[in-house]
């Protein structure tokens, strides 16, 4: 899906290796509570330490920006600088 919002389309998953992309979004289940910025950033750094975790932000705040309107809200820009759903840049 692009959009937490966008609805059931059919999906084609394809390697990495055969479509490469320039960034990357992970999405980590985990206890309620539980900070994981640092485990994060040092997961990714030991994969291939060149990769830059750009934004980290919470399933919540994502939710909460993508069912605003297209532009969102300065609230929600500012809270999602300071969340934690990783994102990382490969390009």
């Given at each position: 899906?692009?959009?937490?919002?966008?609805?059931?389309?059919?999906?084609?998953?394809v390697p990495t290796?055969?479509?490469?992309?320039?960034?990357?979004?992970?999405?980590?289940?985990?206890?309620?509570?539980?900070?994981?910025?640092?485990?994060?950033?040092?997961?990714?750094?030991?994969?291939?330490?060149?990769?830059?975790?750009?934004?980290?932000?919470?399933?919540?705040?994502?939710?909460?920006?993508?069912?605003q309107s297209p532009?969102?809200?300065?609230?929600?820009?500012?809270?999602?600088?300071?969340?934690?759903?990783?994102?990382?840049s490969t390009g």
């Open positions: 899906y692009r959009y937490i919002s966008s609805g059931n389309e059919p999906f084609i998953y290796s055969q479509q490469p992309q320039t960034s990357m979004e992970i999405y980590i289940r985990h206890a309620a509570g539980r900070q994981l910025a640092a485990d994060v950033r040092t997961a990714i750094a030991q994969v291939d330490s060149s990769v830059p975790v750009i934004m980290l932000q919470s399933f919540d705040d994502a939710a909460a920006a993508a069912t532009r969102g809200s300065p609230e929600a820009w500012a809270r999602s600088a300071s969340s934690s759903r990783p994102s990382a």
